[in-house]
């Protein structure tokens, strides 16, 4: 008999271990899904840095051309003249 109380009590805390373990799966897969949302949407703050700097570069290169304080990045100064 004492065998008996003992494999029903192995049988209840094996019970409870499933039961932890469809706990954490649940949980792992929420914290799986959220990542894969912060790291779409870190790359997308990246590209949108990106391009944000790609236009400021450009917008001031146009500046300075049409300002006449340079021909371009790469030639002389247009106040040489």
Known sequence: ???SNEVEKFR???ATWE???QILDGQLEWV???LKEADKELF???VKRIAAGEICDVSFERLMRNTG???SFYDKPSDEG
Do not use: G, S
């Open 1 to 3: 008999m004492m065998e």
């Open 12 to 14: 209840a805390e094996l």
């Open 19 to 21: 039961n932890k373990k």
């Open 32 to 34: 799986d899904q959220e």
């Open 44 to 46: 997308e703050a990246k």
């Open 69 to 71: 304080i340079v021909k």
